[in-house]
């Protein structure tokens, strides 16, 4: 009955692959995001879709694409995966994208390891 | 994180009382979250206050907002080892869909 999931937990790849974390929410929520903690344990927004409509893009490699099949899910594909792609990538989902509604919650996280 | 600033450290001894300080930078914001992120963990959501109020309180939290000076604190009393982690500030503003998160501090409670 976990509310925002992600899998896989870790993963640790090859410089070049290509590879994908998927994220689900069973809290009815419209809004998606994905966020990127690095080694600093900074946070930073990458993306974000409301009701399967991408509504944030930040200033992301386009190796980078987000795909929302339906509103509970939202993935992150990632091609040609770099060294510096290394960090752990959250998935949060929220009610909605305004006011107080927008409090986002937030999945365990994914630890990309790119080697 | 550059708009919304934290210092990184803070250490306390159990039983004190610890205060987390940010400030941020835009005066349109409308609501105002402390995330707490344990180790290997997701971020949790503690509590949040909105703009037009000065203080909220939340069992051991309190929550003061000074909008003039864009100042927001986090006092835990009666601090336990179990409130070690990592405390983000985050601000939502008017329009856009944004909210931006600070980086984090990193409070170490000494038993």
Known sequence: DTAVSQTPKYLVTQ?????SIKCEQN???????????DSKKFLKIMFSYNNKELIINETVPN??????????HLNLHINSLELGDSAVYFCASSQASGGIQETQYFGPGTRLLVL | GEDVEQSL???????????????????????????KQEPGAGLQLLTYIFSN??????????????????????????TQTG???IYFCAERRTGGFK??????TRLFVKA
């Open chain 2, 99 to 104: 909210t931006i998160f600070g980086a984090g």
């Open chain 2, 9 to 35: 450290f803070l250490s306390v001894r159990e039983g004190d009382s610890s205060v987390i300080n940010c400030t941020y930078t835009d005066s349109s914001s409308t609501y105002l979250y402390w995330y």
């Open chain 1, 15 to 19: 410089m070049g692959n290509d590879k």
């Open chain 2, 53 to 78: 109020m000065d203080m909220k309180q939340d069992q051991r939290l309190t929550v003061l907002l000074n909008k003039k000076d864009k100042h927001l604190s986090l006092r835990i009393a009666d």
């Open chain 1, 63 to 72: 190796r980078f694409s987000p795909k929302s099949p339906d509103k509970a």
């Open chain 2, 83 to 85: 409130d070690s982690a």
């Open chain 1, 27 to 37: 809290l009815g929520h419209d809004t998606m995001y994905w966020y990127k903690q």
